[in-house]
């Protein structure tokens, strides 16, 4: 029997006519009768629905309204004006990215050299950023370091000098004036200056500017905990290796005094789901380049005769290592220009916050820095 429940007794129904003409009136059980229908923009709103679907009186109110989602110039801005393969030194294939005007002239062109473990996408909106800061007129290229994106992998024949030779191809192959340099990257900056100056090379860029360089100065970062991650990359346990590193480097002030539990959780919940897919191949380059930036260790006197035009910027809230290195290496290198950025952070590159782009186009530009610095 319609509306019948299992123990034989009737559910509460109640009549539902038909259309003129449709015939008799038809029971439909309660629990039918009524339920909530989900409208344009995720609300619900409550309408009565037949044993086919909503009324047709109804149905006009739950249509979705057409709307034309507006361009957004944003999306445009962090889509790579070119994408160029360069030919390292070693026959390797480098990929760039180049963003801007990618005919500008040498004076108006940037390489960017990333971090660790990061590719040369995810500085995609600190490009664009530093692009519409200069006013046009400038290309900045970010390449993929070896090991990430569309570049070669690292193999073993891998040497903390084949970051070296790759900058200077970078140099080369796009004609830039000026380098720039975040993290790891900014300790190859000025391992590749160094060199280049010592040697007399013209492709000597007029500018360099370095960001919270992680750099091994006079024994200034124990790599004793290197074995440690290369277990864990080893072992495929990403959250634990990305944990030892934060910890290690203190990139982040909350994570560096959290219990190493919490730090594991909290990296391994970031590589799962912002690094999918990426960190069967991130990890592996990271602990080569990692083991080769910092078994590498530098005197700081080395330093002392770099070109002036050198640019050490650092985070006013960078972790204790950061800053202490920044401070050594302003020592060190008498001609240059240190400059503490206002709230800054380790992460304030690539990640756009902070006076870190508006200070960079000044440098550029050559301007006074003004009110970024702290």
Same mark, same amino acid.
């Given at each position: $029997?319609?509306?019948a429940?299992?123990?034989?007794?009737l559910?509460? !129904?109640?009549?539902?006519?038909?259309?003129?003409?449709s015939?008799?009136r038809?029971?439909?059980?309660?629990r039918?009768?009524?339920?909530?229908?989900?409208?344009a923009r995720?609300?619900?709103v409550?309408?009565r629905?037949?044993?086919?679907?909503?009324?047709?009186?109804?149905?006009e109110h739950?249509?979705a309204p057409e709307?034309?989602?507006p361009?957004d110039?944003?999306?445009?801005a962090?889509?790579p004006?070119?994408?160029?393969e360069?030919?390292?030194a070693d026959?390797a294939?480098l990929?760039?990215?180049? *963003?801007?005007?990618p005919?500008? %002239?040498p004076?108006r062109?940037?390489?960017?050299v990333c971090?660790?473990?990061l590719p040369?996408?995810?500085y995609?909106? *600190?490009?664009?950023?530093l692009v519409r800061?200069?006013g046009?007129?400038?290309?900045?290229?970010?390449?993929?370091?070896?090991?990430k994106?569309?570049?070669?992998p690292v193999?073993?024949?891998y040497r903390f000098d084949?970051e070296?030779?790759?900058v200077r191809?970078?140099?080369?192959?796009?004609?830039?004036r000026?380098?720039?340099?975040?993290?790891?990257?900014?300790?190859i900056?000025?391992?590749a200056?160094r060199?280049?100056?010592?040697a007399?090379? %013209?492709?000597v860029?007029?500018s360099?500017i370095?960001?919270?360089?992680?750099?091994?100065l006079d024994?200034s970062m124990?790599?004793a905990?290197l074995p440690? *991650?290369?277990?864990?990359v080893e072992?495929?346990?990403?959250?634990?290796a990305a944990a030892v590193?934060?910890r290690v480097m203190?990139?982040s002030h909350?994570l560096?005094?959290?219990?190493s539990? $919490?730090?594991?959780?909290? $990296?391994?919940v !970031?590589?799962?789901t912002g690094l999918r897919?990426?960190?069967?191949?991130?990890?592996?380059a990271g602990?080569a380049e990692?083991?080769?930036?910092?078994?590498?260790?530098a005197?700081?006197?080395?330093f002392?005769h770099?070109?002036?035009n050198v640019c050490?910027l650092?985070?006013?809230?960078?972790?204790?290592? *950061?800053r202490?290195t920044?401070?050594?290496l302003g020592r060190a290198?008498?001609?240059?220009t240190?400059?503490?950025?206002r709230k800054?952070i380790?992460?304030?590159?690539p990640?756009v916050?902070?006076p870190?782009v508006?200070a960079a186009?000044r440098?550029l530009?050559?301007e006074?820095?003004?009110?970024?610095?702290?």
């Open positions: $029997m319609a509306g429940r299992p123990d034989g007794r559910r509460r !129904c109640r009549p539902r006519h038909r259309p003129a003409g015939g008799a038809e029971w439909i059980p309660a039918e009768r009524r339920r909530r229908v989900p409208r995720g609300h619900g409550t309408r629905v037949g044993a086919h679907g909503p009324l047709d009186r109804d149905r739950l249509r709307r034309r989602a361009h110039h944003r999306v445009t962090l889509t004006a070119e994408t160029r360069w030919r390292a026959g294939t990929r760039d990215l180049v *963003f801007g005007e005919g500008a %002239p004076e062109t940037l390489v960017v971090g660790a473990f040369a996408a995810i995609a909106p *600190f490009a664009a950023a800061e200069l046009g007129g400038w290309a900045i290229h970010v390449y993929d370091r070896r090991g994106g569309g570049s070669s193999d073993d024949s084949t070296l030779s790759d191809t970078a140099l080369s192959e796009s004609g830039a000026h380098v720039l340099g975040h993290s790891l990257g900014g300790a900056v000025l391992h200056v060199a280049l100056a010592a007399g090379d %013209p492709l860029p007029e360099t370095v960001y919270d360089p992680a750099i091994n024994g124990d790599a905990w440690r *991650f290369e277990g864990y072992r495929r346990k990403w959250g634990r590193v934060e203190g990139r909350t560096s005094r959290a219990p539990w $919490m730090v594991a959780g909290v $990296m391994a !970031c590589v799962r897919g990426m960190s069967e191949s991130l990890f592996p602990a990692l083991r080769a930036a910092f078994t590498e260790e005197r700081a006197a080395d002392a770099m070109p002036s050490i650092v985070g006013e809230k960078s972790a204790d290592y *950061f202490a920044a401070a050594a290198m008498p001609d240059a240190l400059v503490e950025v800054g380790h992460g304030s590159v990640a916050r902070h870190i508006p186009a440098w530009r050559g006074p820095l003004g009110d970024v610095a702290r």
